[in-house]
Nanobody, 122 residues
Framework: QVQLVESGGGLVQPGGSLRLSCAASGFTLDYFAIGWFRQAPGKEREGVSCISRSDDSHYYADSVKGRFTISRDNAKNMVYLQMNMLNPEDTAVYYC???????????????WGQGTQVTVSS
């Protein structure tokens, strides 16, 4: 089964940090751009960040620029999202998805995992 598995979410206070991980099951990440998306209750899934296959392009939503950093380690078949200066508006379930090329458009991606919950609250 081809699927991505997200981990690393949790409860953090405003201003805190978390690092999310995205692992591949059943396929190699090398051939795909990987995107991070999030979905808050009652809202549509939105693109947060994307990293190209060759790691030469990174994309970020305006709401997270300067706070979030995406990276990949193809040797470990992993993609990461370092999230700093978190605020309550970042509270959501975070998902990673795979696509042939980078974008922040949800329909372009597939192989979604079950997501990992991030809650920012004091």
């Amino acid at each position: 089964q081809v699927q991505l598995v997200e981990s690393g979410g949790g409860l953090v206070q405003p201003g805190g940090s978390l690092r999310l991980s995205c692992a591949a099951s059943g396929f190699t990440l090398d051939y795909f751009a990987i995107g991070w998306f999030r979905q808050a209750p009652g809202k549509e899934r939105e693109g947060v960040s994307c990293i190209s296959r060759s790691d030469d392009s990174h994309y970020y939503a305006d709401s997270v620029k300067g706070r979030f950093t995406i990276s990949r380690d193809n040797a470990k078949n992993m993609v990461y999202l370092q999230m700093n200066m978190l605020n309550p508006e970042d509270t959501a379930v975070y998902y990673c998805g795979a696509a042939p090329g980078c974008s922040l458009d949800t329909p372009d991606f597939g192989s979604w995992g079950q997501g990992t919950q991030v809650t920012v609250s004091s």
